[in-house]
């Protein structure tokens, strides 16, 4: 870690004897060890952030938004500590790191300001002697488990709203990418955010945290970011207290490229969309689907631009493609290419085999719809392609799924872009775009992907309960 300029950023966290060891998936040497916290030191942990919340809760609203504000600036000024921890532990590429600093910090500011603006109502009551409104009152206790995928911005969507709110804020970051997650609330504390009201633990397994903060009853709000199975099972968990729930889910996001698409955009976006981390983000285009008319145009146009893509260390400039998170995660990709190509699937970009975490950017057609590749998320830098001819049939292959996270298309008809986007059954669609997060929308997926929104106004309701206060006796 000596390659830190800020050196206080995991001072407190970095152990010597035995703990949570965390690698570099570039080529598996040892980051460091992280402290790991036992199932009895973690419902201390909810206790002292019970106790934390209610003081928390007690600030105006104008002085948590001047906390979260100073974590915002915080974050920035370290931007290239952070990014370089994210590329270390997580294997994007150095510049993607950066833009997921910027993404992840861009909640933060929002949530403080959006904070302020946590309106209740009044209602007109039937009758004089009463007066009807509602307040806004923070949940409580709130919880969170997150994903390695993006170690830092998946913490900030979920506990920036949570402090704004008025909740305090326990997470659980993925074992493989805790680095991050103790240098982002290190500069939290740094910027005044009190200790009983945010905490960061690595467990001594994902399973022990998971129930303490899904069966605690003094955690009144459990937010997941993860697999759809995982996320499943903790759902479940949660009905036991009652919790309310956000869950962050996987996806299977078709990319549909239409015959009167504007085709070099559309390219364009494919890339984008496809390879962002290696393919491993939930709303990574995971299918695409082209229509007979632009179908080999579309193909020749992106097989030139795929096989431009540079793949390796994720610290080098020119790095498009880093590593891959484990080497279980390329074992499963080579599989699911083999399986493919077993069912007539045929790669038609350039057959690269690579030694280490890496996997080339594979482009395979003639693939089945019915096969795990179309139809499990793939999360690595693979792009199945399908022919399709009417549109009917496209929306209804594009809806078979269990999945409903994202969704892109590529057209210039206003009225089809209109049909179209209304009848994909996803949360969020692209159109003419490939890459759509911002703070400023709302995030999250429908049917299997989950439930609940993150960013947006949205994203702050989450963690607020809606109380009714009806005074009555009144005289007017
Ligand atoms: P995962 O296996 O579900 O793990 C996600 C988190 O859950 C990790 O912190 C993991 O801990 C923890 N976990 C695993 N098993 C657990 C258990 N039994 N009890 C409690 N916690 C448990 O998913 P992943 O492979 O890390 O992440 C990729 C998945 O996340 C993909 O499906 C992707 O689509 C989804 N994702 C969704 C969104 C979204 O916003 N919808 C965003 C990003 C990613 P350890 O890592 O420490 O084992």
Known sequence: MEQLKNQTLLASVLIDGKGQQVFNPFDNSLLGT????????????????????????????????????????????????????????????????LGEVRYGASFIEWFAEEGRRAYGSTIPSATNDRTLLTVKQAVGVAAAITPWNFPLAMITRKGAP???????FICKPSELTPLTAFAVTELAYQAGIPKDVLRMVVGESAHDVGEVFTYHSSVRKFSFTGSTLVGRKLQMQCASTIKRTSMELGGNAPFIVFDDADIDHAVKGAIASKFRNAGQT?????????????????????????DKLKVGNGLDESTDIGPVITKEAKKRLLDLIEEAK???????????????????????VDVEHDRPIVQGEI?????????????????????????????????????????????????????????????????????????????AKEGLEEYLETKYVCIGGLER
């Open 379 to 455: 999360f690595g830098p693979i792009l199945p392609i399908i022919r399709f001819e009417h549109e009917d049939e496209m929306i209804a292959m594009a809806n078979d799924t269990i999945y409903g996270l994202a969704a892109y298309f590529y057209s210039q008809d206003m009225n089809r872009i209109w049909r179209v986007a209304h009848n994909l059954e996803y949360g969020m669609v692209g159109v003419n775009e490939g890459v759509i997060s911002t703070e400023v929308a709302p995030f999250g997926g429908v049917k299997q992907s989950g439930n609940g929104k993150e960013g």
């Open 342 to 364: 077993g069912r007539g699937a045929k790669q038609v970009n350039k057959d690269v085999q690579l030694e280490g975490q890496f996997v080339a950017p594979t482009v395979l």
């Open 162 to 168: 949570a402090l704004a709110a008025g909740c305090s």
């Open 282 to 306: 939930c709303v990574c285009a995971n299918r695409f689907y082209v229509q007979d008319a632009v179908y080999d145009e579309f193909i020749d146009k992106l097989v030139a631009e795929v």
């Open 34 to 97: 992280v402290a790991m916290s036992c199932q009895a030191k973690i419902e201390q942990d909810v206790l002292d952030l019970e106790i934390g919340q209610k003081a928390w809760q007690k600030k105006p609203a104008a002085e948590r938004c001047r906390f979260l504000k100073k974590w915002h600036q915080l974050i920035l000024e370290n931007e290239d500590d952070l990014a370089m921890l994210i590329t270390l532990e997580c294997g994007k590429p150095l510049k993607e790191a």
